[in-house]
C-alpha cells in the first residue's frame, strides 16, 4: 500500500490569492496525478506526470499548474483563486510497469476560495 | 472518446443480501479493471483489480470480467452497513497509457 501525503488538508483562502496544494509519496512511485472532485460527482484529471521533469494537462481545463523536480514530490499551484477552484483536490501515484496502473490516493484538500 | 458507464443509484440493498455493481466500457483495447470504494468526504481506495476474463475473489467481493461484452461487475456478499458507499469503476487502457477513465459511481445503501 502506497504512503501519500497531502497538506494542507482544509484551506479556506480569499480571491486573487496564490495557493499551493502539496503532495508527496514515499513509495518512489514515477507517476503521479491530480483530480479534482466537487461533492457527489466524478473525478476529473487535471495534472499528471510519468516521471520528474514530466508534466501532462489531464482532460479538466484547468487555471492551475504543476511541476515535478523530484520523484516522491508533486506540488499544485493556483496563481490567482476564485470561487470557482472550490472543490476537493486529490493526489495519486501509481508504479512504474505494465499492469500497474493501480492508483493510490491520498486523503486529499478541500478547498474553500470565498 | 473512451468511455465507462455506471448507473448512478441509488442502489438499494439488504443487511446480509449480495450486492452487485455493474460497469461498461466502451474500448475494447481496455486491458486492466479496477473497483474503487470511496466515503462521502474521503479518498478512493482500491478494493481490488481485474485483468482476466473470469471471477475474482478476494473476501466478501468478486470482481467479473467479460471482455467480450465489456463488462465488469463487483459483487458483494453478506452485505454490512459500513460497505455504504459510493463505488468506482476505473479501466486502463494499458499499452503504455497509464491513465484510468473513471465511471461516476454507483452509490450504494446498505439498509440495516
Known amino acids: 500500500e502506497a504512503d501519500i501525503y497531502q497538506t494542507p488538508r482544509y484551506l479556506v483562502i480569499g480571491t486573487g490569492k496564490k495557493i499551493t496544494l502539496e503532495c508527496s509519496q514515499t513509495m518512489g512511485h514515477d507517476k503521479m496525478y491530480w483530480y479534482q472532485q466537487d461533492p457527489g460527482m466524478e473525478l476529473h484529471l487535471i495534472h499528471y506526470?510519468?516521471?520528474?521533469?514530466?508534466?501532462e494537462k489531464g482532460d479538466l481545463s484547468s487555471e492551475s499548474t504543476v511541476s515535478r523536480i523530484r520523484t516522491e514530490h508533486f506540488p499544485l499551484t493556483l496563481e490567482s483563486a476564485r470561487p470557482s477552484h472550490t472543490s476537493q483536490y486529490l493526489c495519486?501515484?501509481?508504479?512504474?510497469?505494465?499492469?500497474?496502473?493501480?492508483?493510490?490516493f491520498g486523503p486529499g484538500t478541500r478547498l474553500l476560495v470565498l | 472518446q473512451k468511455e465507462v458507464e455506471q448507473n448512478s443509484g441509488p442502489l438499494s440493498v439488504p443487511e446480509g443480501a449480495i450486492a452487485s455493481l455493474n460497469c461498461t466500457y466502451s474500448d475494447r483495447g481496455s486491458q486492466s479493471f479496477f473497483w474503487y470504494r470511496q466515503y462521502s468526504g474521503k479518498s478512493p481506495e482500491l478494493i481490488m483489480f481485474?485483468?482476466s476474463n473470469g471471477d475474482k475473489e478476494d473476501g466478501r467481493f468478486t470482481a467479473q470480467l467479460n471482455k467480450a461484452s465489456q463488462y465488469v461487475s463487483l459483487l458483494i456478499r453478506d452485505s454490512q452497513p459500513s460497505d455504504s458507499a459510493t463505488y468506482l469503476c476505473?479501466?486502463?487502457?494499458?499499452?503504455?497509457?497509464?491513465?484510468?477513465?473513471w465511471g461516476a459511481g454507483t452509490k450504494l445503501i446498505i439498509k440495516p
Open positions: 495519486a501515484s501509481s508504479e512504474r510497469g505494465t499492469g500497474q496502473e493501480t492508483q493510490y
Open positions: 476505473a479501466v486502463a487502457l494499458g499499452g503504455g497509457n497509464y491513465q484510468l477513465i
Open positions: 481485474i485483468y
Open positions: 506526470s510519468y516521471g520528474v521533469n514530466s508534466t
